[in-house]
């Protein structure tokens, strides 16, 4: 079966734009988490969604959103991108929240702000 | 808020069981252990979990301690491509990861 997909795959931006970054859930999947990758700080959790609902969200500021369809596709947003959001985002899909056992997680989108 | 103490970093020669430890001394009565691993470039994948009997599948064993305040994960035979960052997450709502343990398998 198809595993999770992000896209887009690599993304450079100017400071003070903003980006938006889609993951798509494997098939059947429900709850999609949302994870930032930096050297420094590691992965740190975003938010998560389940049935079109945010269910739980991290330490980041409100410039960091995001939101899920009817589909389960999911899509996170950034505004007033700063050095500092450079970064791997990940994506992980699973059945429902709170199955910790059953997260797959995308590749990543790499974003660089410039 | 991870609530785990994990070593920074082990070696490990090729063909070797390689043995990764965890602390999780505050776990509650309804927190499972769970480990994950995390390859160069790619993001994490689940390993293994459990709640107070050791466990195994064809990937690794967990152990874990009757008292439930530590576990270890153990790799029966460690190859070159288990080199990665594994992760041990003690939660039941969401899954936060902590520095985890640099595990390098040597030819």
């Known amino acids: 079966k198809a595993g999770v997909t992000q896209t887009p795959r690599y993304l450079i931006k100017t400071r003070g734009q903003q980006v938006t970054l889609s993951c798509s859930p494997i098939?059947?999947?429900?709850?999609v988490s949302w994870y930032q990758q930096t050297p420094g700080q590691g992965l740190q959790f975003l938010f998560e969604?389940?049935?079109?609902?945010?269910?739980n969200k991290g330490n980041f500021p409100g410039r960091f959103s995001g939101r899920q369809f009817s589909n389960s596709r999911s899509e996170m947003n950034v505004s007033t991108l700063e050095l500092g959001d450079s970064a791997l985002y990940l994506c992980?899909?699973?059945?429902?929240?709170?199955?910790?056992?059953?997260?797959?997680f995308g590749s990543g989108t790499r974003l660089t702000v410039v | 808020d991870a609530k785990t103490t994990q070593p920074t970093s082990m070696d490990c020669a090729e063909g070797r069981a390689a043995n990764l430890p965890c602390n999780h001394s505050t776990i509650s009565g309804n927190e499972y252990v769970y480990w994950y691993r995390q390859i160069h470039s790619q993001g994490p994948q689940y390993i293994i979990h459990?709640?107070?009997n050791n466990e195994t599948n064809e990937m690794a064993s967990l152990i874990i301690t009757e008292d439930r305040k530590s576990s270890t994960l153990i790799l029966p035979h460690a190859t070159l491509r288990d080199t990665a960052v594994y992760y041990c997450?003690?939660?039941?709502?969401?899954?936060?990861f902590g520095t985890g343990t640099r595990l390098q398998v040597f030819p």
């Open positions: 997450i003690v939660r039941a709502d969401k899954l936060i």
């Open positions: 459990g709640l107070k």
């Open positions: 098939s059947g999947h429900r709850s």
């Open positions: 969604y389940f049935s079109e609902t945010q269910r």
């Open positions: 992980a899909s699973s059945l429902a929240p709170g199955q910790l056992y059953g997260y797959t």
